[in-house]
């Protein structure tokens, strides 16, 4: 297929699948979302996840500021906001990582991400809206997340300290993608040296350059640990974190940016490609060894719709045919095992071989973001590239 025929599939999943399957299903008339529903979009439990709730606004937000201001968008929008700044923080500021369904907290505010993406989707609101409460408490948000983010978990760290301090590549990469979805409520000095500093975090201080990967957790200086932790690689969260870099490198005219992004995503997608079964293993070990994750051969949504996002930039901006040719192999794996056209939506786990492990559509991890915003992210995509051919 060329790159307009890619775009109609994506488009169509977008508007005619995706989303419609979350706007019938996910609406809790006591607030906010549901995001534990079936293969058939029936709720299966109905505890909230801030993280989700935070996805959920962000999703509608954009779909509304970017493809067409659509009202029955907003006013989704607008009522899962409104549930998270009823009940999703506690008296500092912080967000909770679950609630009950009434909005009563179940698990305390450890985790940082529930912030992280809180604050996207508050900030995206205020961009469709212009009411100043979900800007403000998005851009507090924000700057909450800046003053934790040497200790997220801060009275919630299990580590004990001094023994082994190692750090997460997770925030550095979530926060090389927040900084600008929040510019617009953000200092500007503040988003560029923020963006400094995570492009550094990300591309040297993560990575390795004897293995040209990028590890999940690594001393303070960028030093190797040779334990479980310090040897784990999630081949998803690299090719997810290599198209923002890409994003950045264009925003700054940085060829070299560019290129060593798209050689860190291809060596990503070599090491974790499964060669016996197809798709990408969700984690593995640096030298080989066994993981401590029992989950590491599961094939994930969100980490194949990543990749293809990373290659269809990769081929957009370089015109590599190794990206455009992983491009292809990553969509044939993809629509043929995710895509459920009987239902809609896609399905989240498959097993090594490819199979439906879990037939759910959402639940505490998988909401209504990753496949919604990569398929934006790939129409976009794949649009571009064809304007880039007919010039």
């Known amino acids: 297929m060329n790159s307009s025929d890619y775009s109609k599939i994506y488009k169509a999943s977008l508007l005619t699948d995706v989303m419609p399957f979350w706007l019938a299903h996910s609406r809790d008339e006591k607030g906010g979302y549901f995001t534990c529903l079936d293969r058939q979009g029936k709720v299966f439990d109905t505890d909230k996840f801030i993280w989700l709730q935070g996805r959920q606004v962000w999703m509608l937000s954009t779909l509304y500021n970017q493809v067409e201001r659509r009202p029955e968008w907003l006013e989704f929008a607008q009522h899962g906001a409104d549930f998270l700044l009823k009940n999703g923080r506690d008296e500092t500021g912080n967000f909770y990582f679950a609630l009950n369904r009434e909005g009563r907290p179940l698990v305390q505010p450890y985790n940082i991400f529930s912030d992280c993406f809180a604050a996207m989707g508050l900030g995206a609101l205020y961009s469709a809206t212009n009411e100043d409460q979900y800007g403000e408490i998005a851009r507090q948000t924000f700057l909450n997340i800046i003053a934790r983010r040497d200790n997220t978990k801060g009275k919630y760290n299990k580590q004990y300290p001094g023994t082994r301090d190692l750090k997460g590549f997770s925030l550095p990469m979530i926060l090389s993608n927040l900084s600008v979805e929040l510019e617009h409520i953000l200092d500007r000095q503040l988003v560029e040296t923020l963006i400094d500093e995570v492009i550094h975090e990300v591309m040297n201080v993560f990575y390795q350059p004897d293995s040209g990967l990028i590890l999940e957790n690594v001393y303070a200086d960028g030093s190797f640990s040779d334990s479980f932790d310090g040897r784990l690689v999630n081949p998803g969260h690299v090719l997810e974190a290599m198209w923002f870099m890409m994003d950045l490198a264009v925003r700054r005219n940085d060829p070299e940016l560019i290129a060593k992004a798209v050689a860190i ?37 969100w980490v194949h719709i990543e990749a293809m996002i990373c290659m269809a930039k990769a081929w957009l901006l370089t015109d590599n045919t190794q990206c455009r040719d992983w491009f292809n192999t990553l969509h044939e794996y993809t629509y043929r095992h995710f895509s459920d056209p009987e239902y809609g939506e896609w399905f989240g786990y498959l097993n090594r071989r490819g199979e439906v492990l879990l037939p759910l ?22 649009d571009a590239i064809s304007a880039k051919r007919s010039r």
């Open 361 to 382: 559509k959402g639940g505490k991890w998988k909401g209504c973001f990753h496949v919604p915003r990569g398929l934006l992210q790939l129409g976009d995509t794949m």
């Open 265 to 301: 995503a291809l060596r990503a997608l070599d090491f974790g490609w499964d060669t016996e079964h197809g798709g990408i293993l969700y984690f593995k070990d640096i030298k080989g060894h066994p993981t401590q994750q029992l989950e590491w051969d599961q094939k994930l949504w």
